[in-house]
Every structure is written in C-alpha cells, then in structure tokens.
C-alpha cells in the first residue's frame, strides 16, 4: 500500500473518530425526542433569560447574572461592575416568569472555590418580598454549596450540598464532584412528597406535615414564617449568595398530583 493511500485512510478513520465523539459529546441547553415526548420542557435556552426576571424585579438584576458559555452565571458580587456614579450595583435572586405545583425540576451547576448558592422551589414572592432582604426568594432550597471550604457545612449536615437546605440533610449515599466540575441536580415535588437527588443517586426525601417534617421545621429558621411550609403553585429560583456559581440545562416537567 502507497503513503498515499495510508495517509488517506488514517484521514479516513480519524474524520469517523471526530463525528462520532461529537456526536456521543451532549449538547447543551437541548431536550432529546424522549425528553420532549416525557413532557420535558427547557426552562433556559442557553443564550437569552427568557422565561426568567429578578424576584421583585422586572428585570434580571444588571451585572449580577449573565450568560456565559451556554451557561446562567452569578457573577461574585466583587466583581460586578459599579453603575456609573460609582455606587454598587444591586444584587438578588432570579425566579421563572411561570410558576409550577407538582414537578421534576433537572441542571447541572457548579460553584466557584468556597462558594454557596442554591436552587429555591415553592417560592411566593408576594410572601418572600413582604420583608427585607426585598429580591431574596423564601422557598425550599436545594443547597449548592463547596462543602470543603465553606463554613456553612460545619453548622450541620442540614447546610451541605443537595440538602432541603435548614431542614432535611442528604443521606450516606452522596457523591458530590470536584469544585469547578458541574453536579447534576434533580428536583421532584409531588403533592406533599420531595426529593433531592444528587448526580443520580437520590439524597433525600421528606412528606410535608408528617412528624419528622414537623419536628425538623420547628428548629428551623424558617418556623417563625407563617406560611412558608404550605404547598403552592410556586416560582422556581436561582440564588444571589454573593458568590460565583453557573447553571445549564434547565428543564423541568409537570407532574400529575
């Protein structure tokens, strides 16, 4: 066999190799036939924040959140740009226009070195900007945190990752990625049943108003708010905690009751 047709055939070969790693390679920010067909719809589409606004805000919070490779990024409040008289600008949470009861809520995030965020659910905003902070969501959270280095994770297990954030802690099963790396999230809340899921092992679950719910609840912060533990037909939202923190493929499904 002539060079030349070797160098044709590794050509050959290395040109199948790309296709076919490009083709197994995801893409982001886009629902399979069978995602679609299972009622999956895309709450981000990887290039604008339709579909989303700042909590208390007609607007997503300038400088704070932008989109950044395929990617909703909070931008780590240090480094937001000043308006331009010099003073700061301000901050908060985002939250989908439309608002879900009974769901399966998928992403991926990851957070920066020492960082914390969270994915808020069952969230009013008529209840979370009833008192200050104003355009910071009162919801379940699904903590997002880097539990190596940030403090939060020694105040208790209920504040690590992938925990029903002040309330219910992940069980031994957890395997949290490397900071930096992205973590798939999952999210179902059904009726009065909830779930966390971390990289496809399930963390937790709690039953709204049974007594390990109730007991929980009532040495949490949140148990001097009246209402904040009744199911509703709430917002999804992405927290402003000040720190770096990136979301894509966002999607969720509606869920019989």
């Known amino acids: 066999m002539s060079h030349t047709a070797e160098a044709r055939i590794a050509c050959v070969v290395l040109l199948a190799l790309l296709a076919c790693s490009a083709e197994q390679e995801p893409q982001l920010n886009t629902l399979s036939a069978s995602e679609e067909a299972a009622g999956w719809k895309l709450l981000f589409d990887g290039a604008t924040f339709e579909g989303w606004r ?14 950044e490779g395929g990617s909703i990024r909070k931008v780590a409040s240090g480094a937001v740009p000043t308006a331009p008289d010099g003073q700061p600008l301000e901050g908060g949470d985002i939250m989908t226009v439309d608002s879900y009861r009974d769901f399966e809520l998928a992403l991926e995030w990851k957070v920066s070195p020492g960082g914390n965020s969270g994915i808020k659910y069952n969230v009013s905003e008529a209840m979370s900007t009833a008192s200050p902070p104003t ?3 009162l919801g379940f959270e699904y903590q997002i945190l880097d539990d190596e280095r940030h403090p939060d994770a020694r105040v208790g297990p209920n504040r690590t ?7 219910v802690p992940p069980g031994p099963g957890k395997r949290l990625r490397p900071v930096g790396t992205y973590n798939e999230a999952r999210i179902i809340f059904r009726g009065t049943h909830g779930e966390h899921w971390l990289n496809g092992v399930k963390v937790l679950e709690f039953e709204l108003g049974d007594a ?10 949140y148990q001097p708010i009246e209402g904040f533990a009744a199911k509703r037909t709430g ?10 923190v990136w979301f894509h493929n966002i999607k969720i499904r509606e869920l019989a009751p």
Do not use: M, N, T
Not at 161 to 167: E, F, K, N, V
């Open 135 to 137: 355009y910071a969501a």
């Open 212 to 221: 390990a719910f109730d007991s929980a609840f009532a040495v949490s912060k």
């Open 54 to 67: 700042g909590l208390g805000r007609d607007s997503i919070p300038e400088g704070h959140w932008i989109i």
């Open 161 to 167: 990752a992938s925990a029903l954030y002040d309330l």
């Open 235 to 244: 917002h999804i939202v992405l927290q402003d905690h000040g720190d770096d």
